[in-house]
């Protein structure tokens, strides 16, 4: 007789699939927008991944997660924008 588990590995990947996919696949909305006047330039978008880039974050089992600047060059950077 067939088990109605799901192996581990499926189970896992079913679970996981709303956390690291995107819900929908577009992910910035269209260009002029409602109530803004078309002539007006569409916005930038500027994506920063942070994993090493921002912040460092390790984990072991004396302390679980820490999280750690990765550099101070980085808050000047960001005191521009």
Excluded: I, Y
């Excluded at 696949?25 to 803004?36: A, F, I, Q, S, Y």
């Excluded at 994993?51 to 000047?76: M, P, Y």
């Amino acid at each position: 007789m067939p088990s109605l588990t799901p192996p581990p590995r499926a189970l896992f990947a079913q679970l996981s699939d709303p956390f690291s996919k995107p819900h929908s696949t577009k992910l910035l909305p269209d260009w002029p927008m409602p109530n803004v006047p078309p002539e007006m330039p569409c916005p930038h978008t500027l994506v920063l991944d942070l994993e090493n880039t921002l912040v460092s974050s390790t984990w072991d089992r004396k302390f679980g997660w820490r999280h750690a600047k990765v550099s101070k060059r980085w808050d000047a950077v960001l005191k521009q924008c």
